[in-house]
């Protein structure tokens, strides 16, 4: 699983994002695989930016302002260039 800074040099197969907190507290620029599901993705970059590894994570489109489906690649999903948002799943009840 591929989930680092980007280097200098793109490949069809990985999609660059630029990735923030939902509080805007740490961002980075990453390069993901294109069919990597977007639970996956949201996983691996809780991990690079030291978030609790107790909790489940989701993904946001912050054009669209839409969750990530977490089961689908994030490819199909969000464009390249895009940003997206990680932000705890909370459940209330």
């Known amino acids: 699983m591929m989930l680092t800074a ?3 040099l793109s490949l069809d197969d990985d999609l660059d994002l630029s990735a923030s907190t939902v509080t805007s507290t740490r ?3 990453v390069r993901v695989r294109r069919t990597l599901p977007a639970e996956t ?3 691996s ?6 978030l609790p590894s ?5 993904l946001r489109n ?6 990530l ?3 689908r690649p994030i490819g199909d999903q969000i ?3 895009g940003q997206i948002t990680i932000t705890p799943k909370t459940h209330l009840g």
Request: charged share 20%; glycine share 4%.
């Open 41 to 43: 993705v949201a996983r």
């Open 79 to 81: 464009q390249p260039g």
């Open 54 to 58: 107790d909790l489940p994570y989701a």
């Open 69 to 71: 489906d977490p089961a």
């Open 27 to 29: 961002a980075t620029p």
């Open 62 to 67: 912050d054009v669209s302002a839409e969750y």
């Open 6 to 8: 980007p280097p200098d």
């Open 45 to 50: 970059l809780a991990a690079l930016l030291s």
